[in-house]
């Protein structure tokens, strides 16, 4: 944790209330974002229990099943979840802007640009919590390998049409989480614990309810940290808590006392309608196989319905922060990334493998590593309360200049290279020749740090983006009295270098995958301590 | 393993001249003439594992085998050029460096068979070309090079190895198992378990694939001091054990100006006298740049050199006095460095190395104060109990040690036993952090100096 994370965190102890932790937002609301409250059978995480989703606040989408060990059952939750998420996807899949890439000619192995296209916006997914995260990444797994009879006329279990195109969607979104300063797929508790700073741990923040409690508990009335318990533990006469968890996991007092007994009545009215002897007790004991569901709906919407709206709040908390500037510029990488994985689904080929590769894994490391710092030094430049975090860090430091002196690069065409004058408070960890940067009209201009004249006074050489002439551009060297902000981080990320295509991994790395990824691995051999 | 059908079997050698000579024939006779594609060589900190991959290299270069060596920083690639250059001044050697400004010491630009270039066509028929492992995976060619080096294999990291191991046909690994393991900035648990986890280092994917491959190991280390080889062998190589190169009584410390009774002053005598010593400050939990910790690393950095310190070694017949630059100072973060260094300068010392145990790898003094990685905190994270940090601190000396810490790390240590996930398929390290820091410790404890200022 950082030292002005530790210092907000402080203050929202002593003021009893979240401290800001941003000036403006920095990620993307969609303006119609798919809001996804998932809840689990306890005992058997892939079994689900029911979900609200929809785009309308008012108007959720209930999905319940009734009895969450029955496999049809839960096919046919799938199948309704499909024809809600998948209709949402598409309508952003369908709509398309053109674009240019930058492709390798496979003839001439020359980089090209080629017109593409591109979509105008891209489904957002907002689940309450990291967890709920981690569900979409599982309930895509076990989706996208099922087969439909369409596809396989044979297959044993077969699967409802649009299921395993669900998976793979809900598998992209799960990766595509992963990926630093991506908005597809958003966890509320995040996106709240990235703008504000509560007085409890982080691990404590993934509490909806209490995340909620600190940043708005109420004009009067409770602190944060009183609010937040009484989210925490709080419970009706009847021992249920009043702020149901935000799932998928649900609370073991509700599934003992509530759920269960209605699952069971739910069995018990269903066999009782299949031993119906005739017509009339069939229609009569329909009746009561309907109830005891409508009864599981109920339970599920009670458990589900607060979680929903606090999702709600909480967008309507982020969405009185401004966009940050850098905000559109990553979500335009979102928008690339489901393009392409639209692209892919479109050409017929197969679901994303079990694991990775070699080099598909060591490309998506590079990748997240890359944005990763991409989205460090971008949430510094739009936002000046992530700046004095690395401004304390001794990572960036802003000051006044005091001096510019003109000097010259020693060479036959000798270039500018003025000497700038800065004085700070900030104390940055600067040691001989380090590069630092500024942003000049939002590009970065590199100076090296050059000496330190006194307490808080730093000489620095510009090196770079003042034209070619012998002269520098009008504007491009700071002048006296100029308020600079330099980092010692870069503010921008080079391309890495590109690894070789799958089929060319080498022998140290087990040679190309083929032939060996294509038959399934062995299970692991029996030993004496296998006893079931 | 190819060893014994070269090397005439012989009894157990105790002259470690002649251990370390018949470890290095191995090595080589498997480079040169193995059937494998690859040879791993493991070396514990100071083993003359340079000296082996310049050794390497000239005899690879002399049997006509086009070699590149890869690498991890550019300060390594300059000092292997350096080191090939006084052995072989002959030898047409190229520097392939990137396109920054000041992309290599500019002490090549003086040696005569060395050519820089950032174009590797420009380097084509140099006998070696060195480069880092950043740079060589920007390179494009035709026909892959016979042989190459790759130094510091266990800091590189997995996907760096699968950008550049298209460039060669066969290669020899060297590299320290007990100094840091690469890292990546962000989670890569996905891929944890899998032979080819692109954050594991090079050589973990390199035996995952490749399990027949001959292993070596350099046994003795010409850099630790008989005082400290056993320590560092014992706490980090439990089971790759080392020796020194040197005796007891080979290496001396020894100061002209006497100790004031001070704290500073009386644990420097005892790290002369027994090569190990440890400065407790009392308990306390501090922020990360702990003020006082700070000014005591600093003070026993100012009286080291003020009591004209003279080191006696093998290399040497004379003493030689302790200077700045054989002195240094290992922390675990940098603005604890960045801290010390602004100490030092409050009391005149400027010239001596401050640095993180990552920028501390493969580098060597006479003399290091480490500021204990665990001291003063109130937990005890994956971070700062990392095996690898603390080998790196407490193997740069050729003479002493001094350890600065708060007192009361074996309790932290107690209430935070390493609680990393275990995950399947990943090989479990030995030792763990937690182990190695206990070790360290009670060795340390019998040389502990309290603070007194």
């Not at chain 1, 396989?152 to 595509?176: C, F, I, K, Q, S």
């Amino acid at each position: 944790m950082s030292l002005i994370t530790t210092l907000a965190r402080l203050e929202a102890v002593r003021t009893g209330r979240a401290q800001p932790a941003a000036t403006v937002r920095h990620r993307h609301l969609s303006d119609r974002p798919l809001v996804f409250v998932p809840l689990i059978t306890a005992g058997e995480a892939g079994a689900p229990l029911g979900a609200l989703v929809g785009t309308d606040r008012d108007a959720p989408r209930l999905l319940v099943v009734p009895q969450p060990r029955d496999r049809d059952l839960r096919f046919a939750f799938l199948a309704e979840l499909a024809g809600v998420v998948l209709p949402h996807i598409e309508a952003y899949a369908d709509s398309v802007e053109p674009a240019e890439r930058t492709e390798t000619d496979p003839e001439t192995g020359k980089r090209v640009k080629v017109e593409v296209d591109l979509c105008a916006d891209a489904a957002q997914l907002i689940v309450p919590s990291r967890a709920g995260v981690d569900f979409v990444r599982l309930l895509g797994r076990s989706m996208r390998f099922r087969r439909t009879t369409e596809q396989d006329p044979e297959t044993p279990h077969p699967a409802p049409p649009r299921v395993p195109l669900l998976g793979r969607w809900l598998t992209h979104y799960g990766e595509r989480a992963r990926v630093p300063g991506s908005s597809l797929l958003l966890a509320m508790t995040d996106l709240l614990g990235r703008h504000w700073a509560t007085g409890q741990s982080t691990l404590e923040d993934q509490h909806l309810g209490a995340l909620l409690a600190w940043i708005a508990p109420g004009d009067e009335g409770p602190t944060g940290a009183e609010a937040a318990r009484r989210a925490e533990l709080a419970r009706d006469a009847d021992g249920q808590l009043l702020c149901p968890p935000a799932g998928p996991a649900t609370d073991p007092a509700f599934d003992n006392k509530l759920l269960a007994p209605a699952i069971e009545r739910y069995d018990r009215a269903r066999t009782a309608l299949a031993a119906a002897e005739d017509g009339v007790e069939a229609d009569d004991r329909l009746g009561a196989v309907t109830a005891a569901e409508r009864e599981v709906r109920a339970l599920v919407e009670s458990r589900t319905r607060p979680t929903w709206d606090a999702v709600w709040r909480g967008l309507d908390l982020l969405r009185e922060l401004p966009a940050g500037a850098h905000v559109e510029d990553r979500w335009t990488r979102d928008r690339w990334s489901f393009t392409s994985h639209r692209d892919r689904v479109l050409a017929g080929e197969p679901p994303q493998p079990r694991r990775d590769d070699a080099v598909t894994a060591a490309n998506k490391l590079a990748t997240r590593e890359r944005e990763q710092a991409r989205l460090e030094a971008q949430e510094a430049l739009d936002d000046p309360l992530v700046m004095a975090g690395r401004r304390l860090a001794g990572e960036a430091f802003a000051g006044e200049v005091i001096d510019v002196v003109m000097a010259y690069s020693e060479s036959k065409r000798p270039s500018p290279r003025p000497l700038v004058t800065v004085r700070t408070d900030d104390r940055p960890h600067l040691g001989e020749r380090v590069k630092v940067h500024r942003s000049l009209g939002g590009r970065p201009q590199a100076a090296e740090f050059v000496a330190q004249e006194d307490e808080g006074v730093l000489v620095l050489r510009i090196v770079d983006r003042m034209g070619r002439g012998k002269e520098p551009e009008a504007g491009s060297v700071p002048e006296k009295g100029d308020r600079v902000c330099f980092t010692l981080f870069e503010h921008e990320q080079r391309g890495g270098a590109k690894l070789p295509d799958p089929e060319g991994t080498p022998w140290t790395h087990g040679g190309p995958p083929g032939e060996t990824a294509a038959v399934p691995e062995a299970a692991d051999a029996q030993t004496e301590e296998d006893v079931l | 393993m190819t060893a014994e059908t070269t090397a005439a079997p012989a009894a157990p050698v105790l002259d470690p001249g002649a251990e370390a000579a018949r470890a290095t024939a191995a090595i080589l006779h498997d480079t040169l003439h193995g059937a494998e594609r690859g040879v791993v060589v493991d070396s514990p900190p100071g083993a003359g594992k340079s000296t082996l991959v310049v050794r390497a290299a000239l005899e690879l270069a002399e049997a006509g085998r086009p070699l590149m060596v890869v690498a991890q920083t550019n300060a390594q690639v300059d000092d292997l050029v350096l080191r090939l250059a006084e052995k072989n001044p002959d030898l047409p050697v190229g520097r392939l460096h990137s396109s920054d400004a000041d992309p290599y010491d500019k002490a090549l630009d003086g040696l005569e068979n060395v050519r820089t270039s950032a174009k590797a066509a420009d380097l084509a028929g140099q006998a070696v070309v060195l480069s880092t492992a950043a740079k060589w995976a920007h390179v494009k060619v035709d026909e892959p090079w016979r042989h190459a080096i790759v130094d510091e294999a266990y800091q590189m990291r997995s996907d760096s190895l699968l950008a550049v191991a298209g460039l060669f046909e066969r290669a020899l690994f060297v590299g320290d198992p007990g100094q840091l393991d690469p890292f990546a900035t962000v989670g890569s648990e996905q891929w944890a378990g899998l032979s080819h986890d692109p954050s594991a280092s090079a050589v973990t994917t390199l035996l995952a694939h490749n399990p027949t491959l001959p292993q070596h190991r350099l046994p003795v280390s010409w850099r630790l001091p008989a005082s400290a080889a056993p320590l560092v062998s014992d706490a980090f190589y439990p089971y790759t054990p080392f020796r020194s190169g040197t005796g007891h009584g080979d290496r001396r410390l020894a100061f002209s100006v006497a100790s004031d009774g001070s704290g500073p002053d009386q644990v420097i005598d005892e790290a002369a006298r027994s090569g190990w010593g440890l400065l407790e400050l009392p308990p306390r939990h501090t922020p990360r740049t702990d003020p006082e910790a700070v000014r005591a690393v600093a003070s026993v950095v100012r009286r080291l050199l003020d009591r004209r310190g003279a080191a006696t070694s093998e290399r040497a017949p004379e003493p030689v006095l302790l200077t700045a630059d054989r002195v240094a100072v290992g922390t675990a973060h940098r603005d604890q460095a960045a801290a010390i260094r602004a100490a030092l300068a409050d009391v005149g010392v400027t010239e001596v190395t401050v640095d993180t145990a990552n920028r501390l790898q493969g580098r060597e003094y006479d003399v290091t104060v480490v500021l204990h990685p665990l001291s003063g905190r109130p937990d005890a994270t994956a971070f700062h109990l990392e095996t690898g940090r603390l080998c790196v601190l407490a193997s740069r000396h050729r003479h002493a040690c001094v350890v600065v810490c708060r007192a009361g790390v074996d309790e932290l240590l107690d209430d935070y036993p390493s609680t990393e996930p275990v995950q399947l398929g990943t090989p479990v390290k030995f030792p763990d952090g937690w182990e190695a820091n206990h070790a360290v410790l009670a060795h340390l404890a019998e040389h502990r100096v309290p603070w007194r200022p």
